[in-house]
């Protein structure tokens, strides 16, 4: 299995900044993709940005510009940097993971989620 572990949530004023940060351990190595996913109060998971095994990335539209994903590979992570931010970037942002088994079955695997609220 991978284990995701998120860093760099918090509370910050329109226009800042953030980085968040996701740590896998476990069978980081069958890793395919990784992305950020993020749930606002009332509404449906959504994905903000992916990075796949090759480096190709892929954004929400409404992030385009603001944000940017990037992977170190040799120290598993993952990171979302978030600049010109919104209060309706307000959520909490899950890391994921795409790997495989040992028998070629493609897993999900989720970090615990970390709070991201922008003030007005």
């Known amino acids: 299995q991978v284990q995701l572990v998120e860093s760099g949530g918090g509370l910050v004023q329109a226009g800042g900044s953030l980085r968040l940060s996701c740590a896998a351990s476990?069978?980081?190595?069958?890793?395919?993709?990784m992305g950020w996913y993020r749930q606002a109060p009332g509404k449906q998971r959504e994905l903000v940005a992916a990075i796949a095994g090759g480096g190709n990335t892929n954004y929400a539209d409404s992030v385009k510009g603001r944000f940017t994903i990037s992977r170190d590979i040799a120290k598993n992570t993952v990171y979302l940097q978030m600049n010109s931010l919104k209060p309706g970037d307000t959520a909490v942002y899950y890391c994921?993971?795409?790997?495989?088994?040992?028998?070629?079955?493609?897993?999900?695997?989720w970090g615990q989620g970390t709070l991201v609220t922008v003030s007005s």
């Open positions: 476990g069978r980081a190595f069958s890793i395919n993709a």
């Open positions: 994921n993971a795409r790997y495989y088994s040992d028998y070629g079955d493609a897993l999900d695997a």
